[in-house]
């Protein structure tokens, strides 16, 4: 950029307003201070620093506030905080068994209509598919007849995951966590396969993934993959690290 390009902008951009400061409640204040201790009260503004990860599952408020935390410490209490009906028509229960391990993996659903997309969206570490609840409700007021299909990774949200011999109160525990890039993406194109025979779908209505933060790697990598074939129309990444893709 030329000294001469460069005086033209700083002039252009001095005449705008000053950006206003950002307004918090008391409920998103709570939260942001709790984020804050839990990273160390850190300043930094990189992609990791934002992703909002926790050993918490990280859900909606019922007053919309997209990363409020839920009380208590358990991720299924955090997602207490949030009606899913509010904003999904369905919830589903995919049952698979893989290796020594059953998994029930937790969705929620609203089914596209005509011919219309299906959008598959993942959270990022820490989060569940209720923090996409908000996004699915604004999608729908663009494209009323999509369909918004929002997963719970494992060890996050409502899935469980178990061995095969043990009862399911012990769900999660005495599990060795593997949240692998390839075992999310796995993971994923299960889910939309095994929603395809549930819900009786003749074939895939075409889809577009999107991830936030670790899902954005994970949709990246299912897309890369192929192997939900040419149904994949486009995929999207939010606030993802940089140098997570290989």
């Keep these: 950029m030329s000294d001469l390009q460069r005086s033209f902008a700083k002039s252009r951009l001095a005449r705008l307003p000053p950006e206003p400061p950002p307004i918090f409640d008391e409920a998103q204040e709570d939260a942001l201070a709790g984020y804050q201790r839990q990273d160390g009260g850190h300043d930094d503004d990189s992609s990791s620093a934002s992703s909002a990860s926790s050993t918490g599952t990280v859900v909606p408020s019922p007053s919309k506030h997209l990363f409020a935390r839920g009380r208590g410490s358990s991720s299924k209490q955090g997602a207490a905080s949030l009606n899913w009906a ?109 929603t395809q025979k549930k819900m009786g779908w003749e074939t895939l209505p075409d889809l577009v993934l999107v991830g936030h933060s670790l899902g954005g790697a994970v949709v990246v990598d299912a897309a890369k993959k192929g192997e939900l074939g040419t149904k994949v129309l486009a995929y999207a990444v939010l606030d993802v690290v940089e140098g997570i893709f290989r």
């Design 86 to 194: 509010d904003y999904f028509t369905q919830e589903l229960s995919l049952e698979e068994d893989v290796d020594d391990l059953h998994i029930v993996h937790h969705v929620y659903l609203i089914p596209p209509s005509r011919s219309a997309p299906l959008f598959v969206t993942h959270h990022g570490a820490g989060s569940s598919g209720l923090s996409f609840a908000v996004c699915a409700e604004e999608i729908r007021k663009i494209l009323p007849d999509a369909g918004i299909l929002s997963l719970d990774a494992r060890w996050h949200g409502s899935t469980t995951v178990t061995r095969k011999s043990e009862h399911q109160d012990s769900a999660n525990s005495d599990v060795e966590v593997d949240l692998r890039l390839e075992t999310l993406s796995r993971d994923l194109v299960f889910i939309v396969r095994e």
